[in-house]
């Protein structure tokens, strides 16, 4: 049976709004298995809540995965291999207002090999007291992404084989940029997979969902998601020999927290609800 690597479909997490139960998720068995790591987080609105941090050597690939307050699961997924990120949103859906169960986002960006720790790595962290609740130890600036095409899902695969597994419920809305784009062309990635999205230069009336009235008017949407903490960093220690030779070894990773804000076109309002003036 193949693995399902790094990354769940959106509907088996859906599942998983009651809390998160002890256990490994489904993967592979024996070498470069898929291992899990559960820790305990601090929210900014100071709750406390589970992430689950799960790594595929094999695969060379890792997903971290936690839930906010008001019941969204952010999921983010780096690929290695394909020096492709992939944030993944499940929002529950306002059905007062008209939207269905639960709304799937997926973002894709450039994997940049600095900002996470290897795959092979991830997968040997252990913690002594699983109680503790963790604070990262670095928090590093807002990113503000403009996410100005859209990718194919049917092709994704071409970029990267978890986007099949990870946006399965966001066929429809999955987005990158043109300068990520640029990149993995030069890589040789099928350009047939992206489409270029409407912009404010090419539509002049086009608002920001938040100005915009009318929730069946197409508009640019704004969506903020933090990574409260994730090893960003190995840390080395030095060590002497008797013979005075000095030497370096791995001795534990740095956490950090990040937050990233996307903006992106949406076919209409009713798509972007969260982003209205308050």
């Not at 859906?14 to 820790?39: C, F, I, N, Q």
């Not at 399965?168 to 999205?197: C, H, N, P, Q």
Request: proline letters at 5%; glycine letters at 6%; a neutral charge.
């Amino acid at each position: 049976m193949r693995s399902q690597g790094c990354g769940l479909p959106a509907l088996l997490l859906l599942l998983r709004l009651l809390p998160l139960a002890p256990g490994p998720l489904p993967g592979r068995a024996g070498p470069g298995a898929l291992s899990e790591l559960r820790v305990r987080v601090r929210l900014p609105d100071g709750q406390v809540t589970e992430e689950s941090l799960q790594a595929d050597s094999g695969a060379d690939c890792i997903s971290l995965e936690l839930r906010k307050g008001d019941g969204t699961l952010i999921t983010l997924t780096a690929d290695f291999r394909q020096e492709v990120k992939i944030f993944r949103a499940l929002i529950l859906g306002e059905l007062e207002r008209g939207q269905s169960q639960f709304q799937a986002l997926c973002f894709v960006t450039r994997l940049h090999r600095n900002e996470i720790i290897p795959s092979e790595s991830m997968a040997k962290l252990r913690q002594k007291n699983p109680k503790t609740v963790r604070q990262a130890e670095e928090v590093r600036g807002l990113e503000h992404l403009n996410m100005d095409v859209a990718v194919n899902f049917s092709k994704g695969a071409q970029l990267s084989p978890h986007i099949h597994n990870v946006c399965t419920e966001a066929k429809e809305a999955i987005y990158t940029r043109e300068e990520d784009v640029k990149f993995w062309l030069e890589k040789g990635v099928d350009g047939s997979m992206f489409e270029v999205l409407p912009q404010s230069a090419d539509l002049p009336d086009l608002q920001r969902c938040k100005q915009c009235l009318d929730r069946w008017k197409p508009c640019i949407c704004s969506y903020s998601l933090s990574i409260e903490w994730y090893p960003c960093m190995l840390k080395y220690c030095k060590s002497r020999d008797a013979s005075g030779k000095v030497s370096s070894y791995k001795c534990g990773i740095r956490s950090c927290q990040k937050g990233y804000s996307f903006d992106y076109y949406v076919p209409q309002k009713q798509l972007c609800l969260w982003d209205e003036e308050t």
